[in-house]
């Protein structure tokens, strides 16, 4: 992460791309990262991360890190494909689903050499009752653990886990592969549809590397103002 900026990439969930490109230029001097999710991707292609990069450095960033969160999960060919059809876009972390089993994970790791393979262990969206009702052997932190091993054992660089269970992946995988959280909630501010959350600094402090975080900071009067804040928040816990 940039030493100098806070390691929290700010999910641009943005409904059209000047909003995107207003969102990522505010956030772009305090985070270290600019997430591109499904929702813009899907609308707006290759351009959105184009522009983010570009917003980013209209506000003067030049090293901006891009995580492109596609959730990739298909057969093995077919994510190795979509993976090497973002490859002129270099994210530095592109997700793809650990349920898509080991040969998936080490296709779209052999397909993107230079970019951090992150493996979605269970959704933070997903409470007990769901994983059950899709049949996944719970509870959910077990789960989450058991996928993250798969996951780093085929080629993972990175593993997106819910800010709970951060410490015992971390546990289980070692000091060298990055813990993503989302599901992150400043105090006070609206949960939505996110069910394993955790606040900014207990996700520092239990080991997290990079925070996901949207709603809480795009959602924000002051979106500059509101990064700032939970960077601040961050900044003295080890
Ligand atoms: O607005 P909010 O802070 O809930 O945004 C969280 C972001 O993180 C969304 O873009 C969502 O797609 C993403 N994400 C998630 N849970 C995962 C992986 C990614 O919420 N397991």
Same mark, same amino acid.
């Given at each position: 992460?940039?030493?100098?900026?806070?390691?929290?990439?700010?999910?641009?969930?943005?409904?059209?791309?000047?909003?995107?490109?207003?969102?990522?230029?505010?956030?772009?001097?305090? @985070?270290?990262?600019?997430?591109?999710?499904?929702?813009?991707?899907?609308?707006? %292609?290759?351009?959105?991360?184009?522009?983010?990069?570009?917003?980013?450095?209209?506000?003067?960033?030049?090293?901006?890190?891009?995580?492109?969160?596609?959730?990739?999960?298909?057969?093995?060919? /077919? @994510?190795? %494909?979509?993976?090497?059809?973002?490859?002129?876009?270099?994210?530095?972390?592109?997700?793809?689903?650990?349920?898509?089993?080991?040969?998936?994970?080490?296709?779209?790791?052999?397909?993107?050499?230079?970019?951090?393979?992150?493996?979605?262990?269970?959704?933070?969206?997903?409470?007990?009752?769901?994983?059950?009702?899709?049949?996944?052997?719970?509870?959910?932190?077990?789960?989450? +653990?058991?996928? #993250?091993?798969?996951?780093?054992?085929?080629?993972?660089?990175?593993? +997106?886990?819910?800010?709970?269970? @951060?410490?015992?992946?971390?546990?289980? @995988?070692g000091a060298d592969i990055t813990l993503i959280t989302?599901? +992150?909630?400043?105090? %006070?501010?609206?949960?939505?549809?996110?069910?394993?959350?955790? /606040?900014?600094?207990?996700?520092?402090?239990?080991? #997290?590397?990079?925070?996901?975080?949207?709603?809480?900071?795009?959602?924000?009067?002051?979106?500059?103002?509101?990064?700032?804040?939970?960077?601040?928040?961050?900044?003295?816990?080890?």
């Amino acid at each position: 992460m940039k030493p100098n900026r806070a390691p929290i990439a700010v999910a641009l969930d943005a409904p059209n791309l000047d909003t995107l490109r207003s969102w990522a230029q505010a956030v772009a001097p305090v @985070v270290s990262t600019l997430k591109v999710g499904l929702e813009v991707f899907c609308r707006d %292609g290759a351009i959105a991360v184009i522009a983010a990069r570009e917003a980013a450095r209209a506000g003067g960033v030049e090293d901006i890190e891009l995580f492109l969160d596609l959730k990739l999960h298909d057969i093995p060919a /077919t @994510v190795a %494909g979509a993976a090497g059809a973002v490859a002129h876009l270099e994210p530095a972390i592109l997700t793809v689903h650990a349920a898509g089993g080991a040969a998936m994970i080490e296709a779209a790791a052999l397909a993107l050499p230079n970019t951090r393979i992150a493996a979605v262990t269970v959704l933070t969206s997903i409470d007990e009752e769901t994983l059950t009702s899709i049949g996944m052997a719970g509870p959910s932190i077990e789960a989450a +653990v058991r996928l #993250a091993v798969l996951a780093t054992n085929a080629g993972a660089r990175a593993v +997106v886990c819910s800010p709970r269970e @951060v410490s015992a992946i971390r546990a289980a @995988v070692g000091a060298d592969i990055t813990l993503i959280t989302p599901g +992150v909630r400043p105090v %006070g501010s609206a949960a939505g549809d996110q069910k394993r959350v955790a /606040t900014p600094e207990q996700a520092i402090a239990d080991g #997290a590397d990079l925070l996901v975080i949207g709603r809480p900071i795009t959602g924000a009067a002051d979106i500059a103002h509101a990064a700032l804040d939970i960077a601040r928040s961050i900044a003295s816990v080890n």
